[in-house]
């Protein structure tokens, strides 16, 4: 073989491989930030995995929100419109705007127990605003207003 023929080779080869390294790496990467979003009914159905970081959202149930007095640990549940509930526990500061009876999607990893260690929670800042996936599953749903959450 000639010695630049031999070059040429190499140097496609060489580069094939760092293209296929890279286009590799960027997929693993794109793979390990990649999180699906399930409602509580699919947490219920088993469809969730288990120990690996999703994104789940509902609305926050009428007088599940527990705070800790000594710590910034919240727990509360969150449903959708036909009745599954999926238990959270988060710590740290929750946004302004979160309040029960409010759309809400938290990202974190579901235990083995069944409910949600969350990472982050994102409140709905108004109507306009919610991922399309809690949109279709809380389809139909309107909040009570205050005049009937105090009827109980």
Request: hydrophobic fraction near 45%; avoid cysteine.
């Amino acid at each position: 073989m000639h010695p630049n023929r031999r070059k040429r080779l190499l140097m496609v080869i060489f580069l094939v491989g760092g293209l296929s390294t890279t286009l590799a790496l960027v997929l693993v990467a794109l793979n390990r930030n990649l999180d699906f979003f399930y409602s509580p009914a699919a947490i219920a159905a088993g469809q969730a995995p288990v120990s690996k970081r999703i994104r789940a959202g509902g609305m926050v149930l009428q007088d599940s929100l527990v705070k800790a007095s000594d710590s910034l640990r919240v727990e509360f549940s969150i449903g959708d419109l036909q009745g599954f509930e999926v238990r959270v526990f988060f710590e740290g500061i929750l946004p302004d705007l979160f309040r029960e009876g409010q759309g809400v999607v938290v990202t974190g990893r579901l235990t083995t127990e069944g409910f949600i260690e969350a990472s982050q929670v994102l409140a709905k800042h108004d109507e306009n605003y919610m991922p399309r996936e809690l949109a279709e599953a809380l389809e139909g749903y309107h909040p009570p207003t205050s005049s009937q959450a105090y009827d109980r």
